[in-house]
């Protein structure tokens, strides 16, 4: 009984090292086939390619993966959108990229009005043509573009671009058309350069040198500054560059210099501190006269009843 159970133990073993075998060959085989097949299948292209990986008994994708590609292969092309649509979508993008990354690059220090107006003016004219109803190459893109979905995407994001070019009053700046910048913010730009160029020749050594040779430039930035706040003529890049040459005068370099409209409001102050005193100086000045004024007549009398004692004594 225990030879006969020996012996179909050792079939049994045999008889499964001999279809490992067979199946490792199978694996290999089909792993050769299948590599083979996507090295010819990827010359010819990469969808093909990607399909034969995802049949592959090698890779064995899970079902978000393998989902995504099938949704990939079979998701059609858009009717409503035409050739000529297409092309202005593309080229909405390609612009919208270069306005946010010129946003990106000079948001430190904020510079943004006037180093991205040109930018934004080609992205607003791309937008215009792509919502207006006017027909170009015969057709309108304004419906398959701007409202064929529920999120309407282009508009979306060129609300937003648009909301932060008016947040920064960059309109205040440029001229009308985008085509150059204000002659009041070149003025700024320019008593700003020479403003930070006094303060760079003097920062390394004495502070105080500074503080002196630098006056003259500061004092007409900032008065050329007040000027534009006025006027409503300043934007973010004028408001950015003055709040960081304030900072660098009074934090770093320690400098200050008395305002000159501080003059009529020390004048105004110290008046009404010296007010009380002489109100109560001429009421003081004002009693003392009547006083005397009350007691001259008493004076008087005593002197004449004075006199009629002395009369009548004689």
Same mark, same amino acid.
């Given at each position: 009984?225990?030879?006969?159970?020996?012996?179909?133990?050792?079939?049994?073993?045999?008889?499964?090292?001999?279809?490992?075998?067979?199946? @490792?060959?199978? &694996? =290999?085989?089909? !792993? %050769?086939?299948?590599?083979?097949?996507?090295?010819?299948?990827?010359? *010819? +292209?990469?969808?093909?390619?990607?399909?034969?990986?995802?049949?592959?008994?090698?890779?064995?994708?899970?079902?978000?993966?393998?989902?995504?590609?099938?949704?990939?292969?079979?998701?059609?092309?858009?009717?409503?959108?035409?050739?000529?649509?297409?092309?202005?979508?593309?080229?909405?993008?390609?612009?919208? @990229?270069?306005? &946010? =990354?010129?946003? !990106? %690059?000079?948001?430190?220090?904020?510079?943004?009005?006037?180093?991205? *107006? +040109?930018?934004?003016?080609?992205?607003?004219?791309?937008?215009?043509?792509?919502?207006?109803?006017?027909?170009?190459?015969?057709?309108?893109?304004?419906?398959?573009?701007?409202?064929?979905?529920?999120?309407?995407?282009?508009?979306?994001?060129?609300?937003?671009?648009?909301?932060?070019?008016?947040?920064?009053?960059?309109?205040?700046?440029?001229?009308?058309?985008?085509?150059?910048?204000?002659?009041?913010?070149?003025?700024?730009?320019?008593?700003?350069?020479?403003?930070?160029?006094?303060?760079?020749?003097?920062?390394?050594?004495?502070?105080?040198?500074?503080?002196?040779?630098?006056?003259?430039?500061?004092?007409?930035?900032?008065?050329?500054?007040?000027?534009?706040?006025?006027?409503?003529?300043?934007?973010?890049?004028?408001?950015?560059?003055?709040?960081?040459?304030?900072?660098?005068?009074?934090?770093?370099?320690?400098?200050?210099?008395?305002?000159?409209?501080?003059?009529?409001?020390?004048?105004?102050?110290?008046?009404?501190?010296?007010?009380?005193?002489?109100?109560?100086?001429?009421?003081?000045?004002?009693?003392?006269?009547?006083?005397?004024?009350?007691?001259?007549?008493?004076?008087?009398?005593?002197?004449?009843?004075?006199?009629?004692?002395?009369?009548?004594?004689?």
């Amino acid at each position: 009984m225990s030879l006969y159970k020996n012996s179909s133990f050792l079939v049994l073993l045999v008889l499964s090292y001999m279809y490992a075998l067979v199946s @490792s060959g199978e &694996v =290999n085989v089909s !792993a %050769t086939e299948s590599a083979d097949t996507m090295r010819q299948a990827s010359s *010819f +292209s990469p969808a093909a390619a990607a399909v034969v990986v995802v049949n592959s008994p090698v890779f064995e994708p899970g079902e978000d993966s393998l989902l995504s590609l099938n949704l990939l292969s079979s998701s059609p092309e858009d009717p409503e959108i035409s050739v000529y649509c297409s092309e202005l979508l593309k080229i909405f993008g390609q612009r919208y @990229s270069a306005y &946010v =990354n010129c946003l !990106a %690059t000079f948001a430190r220090p904020v510079q943004v009005c006037q180093m991205c *107006f +040109s930018n934004y003016s080609i992205l607003t004219d791309i937008y215009m043509n792509i919502s207006s109803d006017q027909m170009g190459a015969n057709e309108s893109c304004r419906d398959s573009l701007l409202r064929s979905d529920r999120l309407m995407l282009v508009y979306l994001l060129y609300s937003n671009v648009k909301d932060i070019w008016i947040k920064s009053d960059c309109g205040k700046c440029i001229t009308n058309g985008f085509q150059s910048l204000t002659n009041d913010t070149l003025y700024f730009l320019n008593a700003h350069t020479q403003t930070i160029t006094c303060f760079n020749k003097y920062k390394q050594g004495n502070q105080t040198e500074l503080c002196k040779d630098c006056k003259t430039p500061y004092r007409g930035l900032n008065e050329l500054y007040s000027r534009m706040e006025t006027n409503e003529t300043m934007c973010i890049d004028i408001e950015d560059a003055m709040n960081m040459t304030r900072i660098l005068w009074s934090k770093k370099y320690n400098c200050s210099f008395p305002r000159e409209e501080t003059v009529p409001v020390i004048a105004v102050s110290s008046f009404m501190l010296f007010l009380p005193i002489i109100f109560y100086l001429s009421s003081f000045l004002h009693s003392e006269q009547k006083k005397r004024k009350l007691i001259h007549p008493k004076r008087a009398k005593s002197y004449s009843s004075l006199m009629n004692i002395q009369s009548k004594l004689s």
